[in-house]
């Protein structure tokens, strides 16, 4: 080549970068409002958020608009992968569309397996005689108490990804079929559940992971039920729904209750059934339909599945993924049924052997047994399971509010869709929520505000078949989220009670979350006439958070987050800091969740009734959510509090030292905590020097605050490990993760105190060595991330 002609190559590239960032910046500035001058649309770009925006848009949130949405949506059941699902997702693209008026809507179509049960056929469980006459049948519907409920299309009672199968043998009492329920059933009372049914109460952890656990002792099917203790709190068994919010007798949990790990000791069913014991209240008189209290045929239905699609994990479920064969995945190998408490009554009460212990007795005032087997040995038990698995297509509707000034960074308001079958409280509560805080946005641009960052709302599709349609739009445009995603808020119920609000989120987010609640007027009248007039006055009065010493710490309690809900997959796949809130019952009462919970009963009644007749707890969870989202979609700097993180790590190394710290001194692993502190010291120290700087930092410098802001949006990311936790490769995050043993809660560390845990467990020299290396493993892959993130805080060069 001649110098002449590089000479000239030189100049067409000199020309072609400098063509380049007159069009990223002509392409940057489209986006600001054209006000005449350079200097002008400078200014938008430093300009902080308009703050009379947040009250308008807070008094613009309208009670009897929630009324009005919630009573229309719940007027029919709306299972996912029915017609009624696509019908409800129309519903939302249409409001957003027509009544919000949003920048854009879309429809996000995935393909996924999920399960119900044969609705002309209902599962069942029967006691057979010798001769195998029927003596007991369990019932196949729960009874109507609300002319509501009196629809063809109720789904009957089942739990998703059961097996199917009819299953014969003994039944065995396992409590709430957790792992030290099994180690004390077979170790101190020598009771061997291999070849049997099992038959436990709902409550204290996650339903599948009730049914993993009975699988891996052979169970041969499971049953399970809502026992009073946790679900009725009342003397007079009569007095439930519709008397009460109380669980009848014959209200079913459904749900999914997806296993893991494969069969090992041989269990040949699960029952499971709603103690009165977790779901009623001694000092009450009602049940539904005169309380909020499950009635005796009250089931909960569920599935057994924890997070997306079965077929194509990690990947998303769309028309091009490759999908499993059925036979090569982790659903389920048992049948299991949910029943209600009348009917769990008649099995336990018939039930011989020895009399459990205290802390196994529910409230159903019967002598509880372990079992093997009925008095009368010549009974069985027998189920007949038709559950079944089928292929549709579920529905994600988005709707996006483009931002004016930074459209390429999302703050994400979410909630599902779908319900077990009329889902007033779970989750339509929220749904008739976030349209009315997403109405209420539009009003906001009309008047020609636009925040600066883009809004989305998120309608998901079968969250109740186990987190299915985030998760897949997580799987696609994960990559992305994880660039631009500012945080995620979830709402699934928005009020399961009038008590205190509740909040879960990660320490990024605390301050913002008591700063907003601040900012709510308080929606009960009684504690506005104690001087409790914001949200938060009630929150930190009824939920006070306290040190390892009992003493207050002068904020409200807020919660880690685990899974069940929609912001799962942000959390542990994509690192996106994210919100869960609602309106609470009081926890102290004992339940193991709102009576009604997945069960026939959640009706519009019982929320009109006994739940929120005015609908200012809903107004005031759409108003806490469109605040928090606006903050964070608006303001110029990001915020959030960099230093609580390093204060919360500092916290979460003593809860080992507490609670493990006596084991991993007594084994002879040497595993010790040292250069774990060490690095949260770092990490300490780096985001104090990085708040120092942000608080000089030149504002009128848009491109250094975005710096800034990027490296606190990517705080959360620098915990994703893409190897996954031991044993659970779809949970990335080693700061948040659900807790091994009970997926409803978090944990924090999961991956050392699942270590932990099963280091204390041990009864062999070489299996305390095997899991003592895991530990050690363990330390070092949470010291490497916790300094990893502290690099990324110091590593700002100005």
């Known amino acids: 080549m001649t110098l002449s002609k590089l000479s000239l190559a030189v100049l ?77 997702a129309d519903e939302i693209k249409r409001f957003w569309e027509t009544e919000a008026v949003l920048d854009r809507v879309q429809i996000y179509p995935y393909d996924v397996l999920l399960s119900y049960p044969e609705q002309d056929s209902p599962n069942r469980i029967v006691i057979k005689d010798v001769n195998d006459r029927d003596l007991f049948t369990t019932q196949l ?153 499950l009635p ?108 004016a000034i930074e459209p390429d960074r999302y703050v994400l308001l979410g909630n599902h869709r779908d319900a077990w079958v009329f889902g007033a409280l779970d989750p339509t509560s929220g749904t008739a929520a976030m349209m009315e805080i997403s109405r209420a946005f539009g009003v906001m641009l009309k008047t020609g505000w636009r925040p600066r960052r883009t809004i989305i709302f998120c309608s998901w599709g079968a969250e109740e078949h186990g987190i299915i349609g985030s998760r897949e739009w997580v799987e696609y445009y994960g990559k992305m989220l994880s660039e631009r995603a500012v945080a995620y808020i979830n709402v699934d119920i928005a009020v399961q009670g009038n008590f205190s609000f509740r909040g879960r989120t990660m320490p990024l987010l605390h301050q913002l979350m008591f700063d907003t609640a601040k900012q709510i007027p308080n929606p009960d009248p009684d504690e506005v006439s104690a001087g409790r007039k914001t949200v938060y006055d009630t929150w930190l009065y009824r939920q006070p958070a306290v040190d390892k010493r009992g003493l207050k710490t002068g904020v409200p309690i807020i919660q880690n987050l685990g899974s069940g809900s929609d912001f799962a997959p942000f959390v542990t796949k994509a690192g996106v800091t994210a919100v869960d809130i609602a309106y609470n019952y009081d926890r102290s009462l004992g339940l193991s969740s709102y009576p009604m919970y997945h069960s026939a009963y959640e009706t ?24 928090l989202g606006r903050r964070l979609a608006d303001e110029y700097i990001l915020p959030f509090d960099v230093i609580q993180y390093g204060v919360s790590l500092d916290g979460y190394v003593q809860s080992v030292i507490d609670n493990y710290g006596e084991l991993m001194e007594s084994t002879r692993t040497n595993t010790g905590l040292g250069f774990l502190k060490e690095a949260v010291t770092t990490f300490k120290e780096a985001s104090q020097q990085f708040i120092k700087d942000l608080s000089t930092v030149d504002t009128s410098n848009p491109i250094l605050v975005r710096m800034y802001n990027d490296v606190m949006i990517q705080i959360d990311r620098m915990f994703i490990d893409p190897n996954g936790l031991p ?27 699942d270590s932990l845990y099963e280091l204390d467990r041990t009864k062999t020299m070489i299996e305390e060595e095997e899991k003592g290396e895991v530990v050690k493993q363990q330390i070092a892959i949470l010291t490497y991330f916790i300094e990893a993130a502290a690099s990324s805080l110091r590593n700002i060069l100005i």
């Open 141 to 293: 519907y729960e009874s109507i108490l609300d002319p509501e409920q009196n629809q063809s299309d109720v789904v009957p009672p089942f739990n998703a990804f059961s097996a199917s199968g009819e299953p014969k043998g003994d039944l065995v009492y396992v409590n709430y079929a957790r792992v030290d329920d099994f180690i004390w059933l077979t170790e101190s009372e020598h009771i061997d559940p291999n070849g049997k049914i099992c038959i436990a109460r709902y409550g204290k952890v996650f339903r599948g992971d009730k049914v993993l656990i009975a699988q891996r002792y052979g169970c041969l099917g499971m049953i399970l039920y809502s026992d009073p203790a946790d679900y009725v709190l009342l003397t007079n068994a009569e007095d439930v729904y519709p008397d009460s919010w109380f669980l009848p007798g014959s209200g079913v949990q459904r749900g999914n209750v997806k296993a893991t790990f494969a069969e090992k000791y041989g269990c040949i069913g699960l029952i499971l059934y709603s103690d009165p014991a977790n779901y009623a209240i001694d000092d009450k008189d009602a049940v539904y339909p005169d309380s909020w209290f």
């Open 727 to 753: 044993g659970r490769p779809f949970m990335r995050n080693v700061i948040f993760a659900p807790s091994k043993h009970n997926s409803y809660t978090g944990s924090t560390f999961p991956g050392l105190i």
């Open 604 to 627: 519009f009644r019982l929320v009109e009734t006994y739940y929120d007749p005015t609908f200012a707890y809903h107004k005031a969870i759409a108003q806490y959510w469109g605040e």
């Open 12 to 88: 067409c590239l000199v020309l072609l970068v400098i063509g380049f960032v007159f069009g990223f910046l002509g392409g940057f500035f489209s986006h600001i409002p054209d006000t005449g001058n350079n200097l002008d649309r400078l200014q938008s770009l430093t300009k902080d958020a308009d703050e009379t925006i947040s009250r308008r848009l807070i008094d613009e949130v309208n009670p009897e608009n929630i009324r009005h949405y919630l009573k229309h949506l719940t007027s029919k059941p709306h299972m996912a992968g029915t017609p009624a699902d696509k019908e409800t």
């Open 296 to 403: 005796d045929s009250g089931v909960q239905r569920g599935t057994l599945n924890m997070e997306g699609d079965v077929l194509t994990p990690h990947y998303p479920a769309i028309k091009s993924a490759y999908r499993w064969p059925k036979n090569k995945t982790s659903l389920p190998r048992i049948p299991v049924q949910p029943i209600g408490y009348d009917d769990a009554r008649v099995l336990l009460s018939n039930m011989t052997g020895p009399e459990v212990n205290p802390d196994w007795r529910g409230k159903l005032k019967i002598t509880y047994r372990l079992g093997p087997g009925f008095k009368n040995r010549d009974w069985k038990t027998q189920m007949f399971i038709k559950t079944h698995t089928k292929n549709v297509t579920t529905y994600n509707v988005l709707g996006f509010i483009e931002g």
